[in-house]
């Protein structure tokens, strides 16, 4: 009996070792008060900083998550909706449209801020098919500028690739875009589109358009934002609370629980439904399946637990 406790005892440990090492959960982001609602996130690699565009941004400002600090660039615009982190520079997308009226849309991007200010250049573009209202811009690894739209026949459509600041640009239609996107970022491969539908984060091959895997979203409030961090950690949300997760290595379903009272945070839990299929195209310089480690991390445990349980009936019989 003795020799069956140190046999359990060793496994405890041994198990309480191993989780010791694996990466923590990441607490949820309160943003700052009058942030929200957030329209758009974009993250900072260098600093690690997020960058907000929430009710300040109808003022050309926005706001870092976890400061407050404010970024203002003085910019007269009209409907702030997203924004994107490319070549050290931020990129605020002026992109909404709801009555489909304008007759062009502008995308900043704004120079180093100088004691919270900074200049900026300015973008115009205009669809190729006509106005459309829209929520979410992203920039490729290659530095090309996506516009998903949203309503009736929602698209991708894609940027000249060497925009001009003196003459109109025109954006063109590549892709059929799900329904309800309401932001969108580049993964790190520069090539994976992780998209904030209406069902919950579509990842798509910015190369065939096929869908790779999809994290089902129930119980969060609509319209979110989405960025993604420099190890691909993905922030998600803005209403009022961000959410943070790791991109699934096949299909997931996620379920956001209500915050309890006096309480900022929400929690989200994963549920593995199927598998993701297609092989990314590679040409972007990096590998454009989604990242798969949390997999990899689970695998490792389960064989860590066969030998450890193992070692336990070694111990037992002797």
Known sequence: MKTMSRGCAA?????????????????D????????????????????????AGPEAASGSVVEADSGETWSFGANTESVQALAWSEGRLWVGDIGDTDASRDYVVIFRLGEPDGGNSSYFAY???YEDGPRDAKAMLISGRGNIYI???????????????PSRESMNTLTRVADAP???????????????????AVGIEYLDAFT??????????????????????????YVGGNPTIRTAQVPASD??????????????????????GSASADPDQS?????????????????????????????????KR
């Open 209 to 234: 358009w096929e869908t790779l895997v999809t994290d089902t979203i129930t119980g969060a409030s609509e319209a979110e934002s989405i960025a993604v961090g420099q190890d691909d950690e993905i």
């Open 29 to 52: 982001i309160t943003p700052p008060a009058g942030a929200t609602p957030v329209v758009g996130m974009a993250f900072e690699p260098g600093d690690s900083r997020l960058w907000l």
């Open 179 to 197: 329904d309800g996107v309401s932001d969108g970022v580049f993964l790190t491969d520069g090539s994976t589109m992780a998209l904030r539908t």
């Open 284 to 316: 972007a310089g990096g590998d454009a399946q989604p990242n798969r480690s949390g997999t990899l991390v689970a695998v490792a445990l389960a064989g860590l637990l066969a030998v450890l349980a193992g070692a336990v009936t070694f111990f037992a």
């Open 124 to 126: 115009d573009f205009e």
């Open 252 to 273: 997931t379903t996620t379920t956001v629980s209500p915050a309890p009272p006096g309480s900022a945070s929400q929690s989200a839990s994963g549920t593995p439904s």
């Open 148 to 162: 998903v739209t949203a309503g009736d026949d929602p698209g991708i459509y894609r940027g000249s690739e060497s």
């Open 11 to 27: 496994v405890a440990a041994a198990i309480g070792l191993s989780l010791a090492v694996l990466p923590a959960t990441a607490q």
